[in-house]
Structure formats: C-alpha cells, structure tokens
C-alpha cells in the first residue's frame, strides 16, 4: 500500500461509496467554531430540555408531564394553527412576489444599488420599530386614513391594526426584503450560457423560466422559504404589537412567554419553546425534501458559474 500513489488511493476510497475525503487540517480548523456552535446551541437546547422534562424547576426527576399537558390543553394547541395561520401566507407570498422580481432584476436595472438600499432599510429598523410605525401610520387619525378621506375614498377610517391582516403587512415588511435579495442572488448566479441555449433551441423566455431558470432556482427558493418561515412562526413583537395577542395572533412563542413570565410555569414554557422548534424543523425538512424531488434534474453545479 505505501508504494500505491495517493491518488490511486483516492479513487480506490472513492469508488468504494465514500461521499467525500477527510482533511484532516480542515478538522482541527475547523474545531473552534465546533466548540462555539456547542457552547451556543446544543448546551442551551439540552439545558432547555432538562427543564421541559421536570414538573417544576426544582424536581429531582424527568417527567413527560409537561408536553401531554399541552397537547391536552385545546387552547395551547390551538396556538399552532393560529401560527401557521399568521407564518405561512406571508412567507408564500413573499417568495412568490420574490421570484418574478429576482428573474426580472437578475442582470441588472437602473438604479439597483438605490432600490436595494430602500429594500435592506426595513431589515435594520427591526420589528419593533417597524411595528411602531404601523401604529401611527395605519391608525384611524395616521397618515393613511387622513389621505384616504381627504381623496373622499372612504367615509370613515379604516381599523387597519390589532388582527391578523396587521401582523401580514409587518412580517412581510420586515421579511421579503431579506426573502427577494436572496432569491435574487441566487438567481444572478446561473449562468447567461444556459439561457442563450435555451433560446438557441426555440424556447420562448417562458419556457425558459420554467424549464431552465426556475428548477436551478429552486434550492435557492427553498432556503429563502425556510429562513423566512422559521422567522414568521417565531414571530413574537409583531403579534403583540399590531396583533391581537389574547386571541386571532396568539401565536406560540406569546403563549410560551404567557405561560413562563406571567403564569411562572418555566418547565411548560420551556416545553412549548422546544414543541415550536421541533415543527420548524419538521416544516424545514419537508421543503428541502420537496426540493430534491421536484428539482432532481437540475444541479447546482450546472447552473452556476460563467
């Protein structure tokens, strides 16, 4: 074996089924942000779990008590509903507005640094900020009224604030920004060659889109959806803000904050916390599976590059 080239080796390892070679410096380079990553997630996520699994916080023993008295509890589990609810049509609609946008700006318009300088701004103002400013721009004496009844459109102001329509227009402020700047990235990154072949074989530009761009898209729309859904259906600020927390946007993480600051039950709060993280997951797993099958011809490899 030690007379063999490395390189043999390698090819005889990969033939053998292994996905990929181990370096070895990449590892020990590697084990800071291991460690980090360790520190910051895994310890809080298993210290979390301790605690949901105790009746109170002070039991010597674990106990699944918590989590059956959530799923026996028709109020609490109704918060996930009411999430998914409030989550899932804007991130849908976000991604969906992106897309057509992304394809559009991909190679470039006038004035693109100005718009993306418009469109990154909701980003660093924050929630809360952006919640604010929907009270005093949507309420009956804000600006939009006030415009609308002075144009004689309406003949009284519009309740606009605290339901679910509210918390739509905050989430998608503050997540198609971020939603259609990925996409569009991504979007940027396929390569002008595929598309010029396509129209070289007779494609029409839709045919291009949907048989060319779209499936090399799509790994790129399915990490845009699960980053911006898992940053609606943790939505916390915007709910009580602009919702309306006691009932249409009493979402999970009001419910978990309710039950562990105002009820003083940390374990079942912790449990509910842990019980929201398990579905984003679930939903994130389902929409990259999804992705794989729907996209099983088009690598990313094929659509990259110049």
């Not at 889109?209 to 729309?221: D, K, M, T």
């Not at 600020?237 to 999970?252: D, F, Q, W």
Request: glycine share 6%; aromatic share 12%; hydrophobic share 55%.
């Amino acid at each position: 074996m030690a007379d063999i080239p490395h390189s043999s080796v390698q090819r005889k390892i990969n033939r053998r089924g292994l996905p990929f070679k181990v370096n070895s410096s990449a590892v020990l380079l590697s084990l800071p942000a291991i460690m980090l990553v360790l520190m910051l997630f895994f310890y809080p996520l298993l210290f979390g779990l301790d605690i949901s699994l105790r009746s109170s916080e002070q039991a010597p023993s674990w106990s699944p008590t918590n989590y059956f008295q959530f799923f026996s509890n028709s109020d609490l589990v109704a918060t996930i509903w009411t999430t998914f609810r409030v989550a899932l049509p804007v991130t849908l609609f976000s991604v969906l507005v992106s897309i057509p946008l992304a394809y559009y700006m991909r190679r470039g318009i006038k004035f693109e640094r100005l718009l993306t300088a418009i469109l990154i701004l909701p980003i660093t103002l924050g929630n809360v900020m952006v919640a604010q400013a929907m009270l005093d721009y949507f309420s009956p004496t804000g600006w939009f009224n006030r415009v609308l009844l002075l144009l004689h459109l309406i003949q009284q102001p519009m309740l606009l604030l605290h339901h679910w329509l509210a918390v739509e227009i905050a989430l998608f402020i503050q997540g198609f920004p971020f939603t259609f700047l990925l996409i569009l990235g991504y979007m940027s990154a396929i390569s002008p060659d595929l598309e010029r072949a396509s129209r070289m074989l007779g494609a029409r530009p839709w045919q291009t889109f949907w048989r060319v761009i779209l499936p090399l898209s799509l790994p790129g729309i399915a990490v845009a959806f699960c980053l911006n859904f898992v940053a609606n259906f943790s939505v916390f600020p915007s709910a009580n803000l602009v919702g309306e927390p006691s009932h249409e946007t009493r979402v999970l993480a009001i419910a978990a904050y309710e039950m562990a600051f105002t009820n003083y039950n940390i374990p079942l709060g912790t449990a509910i916390s842990l019980i929201m993280g398990v579905i984003e997951l679930l939903v994130i797993a389902l929409v990259l599976w999804l992705q794989r099958k729907t996209a099983r011809g088009a690598t990313i490899s094929g659509g990259k590059g110049v």
